[in-house]
């Protein structure tokens, strides 16, 4: 009998330098970004490992978000390895708000005057991410000014913490417009003396500045005051005019709303207070999830290396970013159900999460082996007889499963064979519908001789 063995590589690819997972800044509003790593890769214990293929390469250009690169080896066996990382572009807000700054606001008072209320239009700011807010300003249209230079610093921010500042100037300077007097003027027999307001009325019950939130997207809101009143010496005192009346429908950003209130002898004083409507995002992401990801490994097998295609998120102020994930793809799962979870955000901190299931199950795909096959088995007749009943041990049947019967055979031991050589198969069959054939082979001669086959 002569016994051939081959030597089989069932040995997969060892990879080395497989790439870690990467994380590229880009400048918001830029949509890809190239990136560049050290290539794996890979030897074989039979001496040769090739590449069979990659999903990108270095220098190539990756979109927002994160992308999953791959690389699998195999060896002249047909053997493979995978080697499997992450690159995630996140867009970053580096650029400051654009402001469109104030001019100096000049004004002119009455010689011996020690200052007066001054408004202005205000500064206002955008900036690429859609989203700006006024953190700091040294002085609000409506405030009092002393005689002389005043500098007014607004500082606008964005949701990065990048900002811009505009300084103007209210310069306050005093200008003589009092007509001189007479004095000692000798008067008639009837003296007349006339008098004249000069004093303008006061605006009382002015209300404080005004600032309201609105969730990111909305134009505006309505919003409603109690009427500032007019006060004069003279009784006569009346709002003459006024930019904005309650309620009133405010545009996002920052206005000025302005009374001017008149006396009957066309005194004016003008008082001012801001309505600041400001946008905030309350809405979590929207988030398009993974299902659940199956997949299939041999009975016996411990897991496997699972992939899948990677969850993404919107959200209405144009920024999202992966805050937390628990699983990566070309992680090592054990066989059962695990739970992966993705927890996307905002630049405002709401979030959103994202959490399916990788189930692993096993599969038997492995034919039963053929214990104990009768081997010799023969019989011997007289020269003249056609044949003989043959009787053997029945073989029997194993399986990784623990399971498997003998579910079909050519002959049954004691059956009758003619003279000559007869092949018995037998069929074993585990309960995953595997099937293997045992054949063996049944020699009956004629004479006193005999002889054993087995293949």
């Known amino acids: 009998m002569i016994v051939l063995l081959f030597a089989v590589d069932t040995v997969a690819p060892i990879i080395s330098l497989c790439p870690v997972e990467q994380t590229i800044q880009v400048e918001l509003g830029v949509t890809s970004a190239v990136a560049f790593w050290v290539e794996p890769t ?14 990108n390469g270095p220098g190539e250009s990756v979109p927002l978000g994160t992308t999953i690169v ?3 080896f195999t060896d002249a066996s047909s053997n493979t390895a995978t080697c499997t990382f992450s690159i995630t572009v996140s867009p970053v807000d580096t650029t400051p708000p654009v ?3 104030t001019e100096d606001v000049p004004f002119e008072v009455e010689l011996g005057t020690t200052g007066t209320i001054a408004v202005w239009t205000e500064p206002t700011a955008t900036d690429i991410s859609g989203v700006t807010s006024l953190t700091e300003r040294s002085h609000s249209p409506g405030s009092f000014f002393s005689v002389g230079k005043t500098t007014v610093t607004y500082v606008f921010s964005d949701n990065t913490g990048n900002s811009a500042t505009c300084i103007f100037c209210v310069c306050i300077t005093t200008v003589d417009r009092t007509a001189p007097m007479c004095e000692n003027v000798p008067m008639g027999p009837v003296g007349q003396v006339e008098v004249v307001d000069t004093t303008p009325p006061e605006c009382t019950n002015l209300p404080n500045d005004i600032r309201q939130i609105v969730e990111l997207g909305t134009a505006g809101t309505e919003v409603s005051w109690i009427e500032p009143t007019c006060f004069d010496l003279s009784g006569t005192g009346r709002i003459s005019m006024q930019s904005a009346t ?13 009374y001017t209130c008149t006396d009957a002898s066309s005194n004016q004083n003008t008082c001012s207070f801001t309505v600041t409507i400001e946008t905030m995002d309350t809405t979590p992401p929207v988030v398009v999830c993974t299902e659940d990801v199956p997949f299939e490994v041999e009975l016996g097998t411990t897991g496997t290396i699972a992939v899948w295609t990677e969850p993404t998120a919107t959200d209405i102020s144009g920024v999202t970013s992966l805050t937390e994930r628990s699983h990566s793809p070309g992680s090592f799962f ?13 630049n405002t901190g709401n979030s959103a999460t994202c959490i399916f299931c990788v189930c692993i199950t096993t599969v038997d795909t492995t034919p039963p082996t053929c214990a104990n096959v009768p081997q ?3 019989g011997v007749v007289e020269l003249g007889v056609t044949g003989t009943l043959v009787d053997w041990v029945e073989l029997t049947c ?12 050519t002959h049954v031991p ?11 198969t037998y069929t074993c069959t585990d309960t995953s519908g595997n099937s293997q054939l045992c054949p063996f082979v049944v020699t009956v001669i004629t004479g006193n001789g005999g002889f054993q086959t087995w293949y």
């Open 99 to 101: 402001v469109v700054c």
């Open 42 to 55: 890979a030897t074989d214990v039979s001496g040769t490992a090739t590449l069979l293929s990659r999903s």
């Open 414 to 424: 004691f059956s009758f064979f003619e003279v000559g050589m007869t092949t018995v």
């Open 70 to 72: 791959n690389y699998i």
């Open 246 to 258: 309650s309620p009133f429908f405010f545009s996002v950003g920052m206005m000025l709303v302005t």
């Open 376 to 378: 010799g088995v023969s």
């Open 398 to 409: 194993e399986d990784q499963s623990g399971t498997a019967f003998v579910t079909e055979r």
């Open 334 to 346: 054990s066989v059962g159900k695990t739970t992966v979870t993705y927890v996307f955000s905002d």
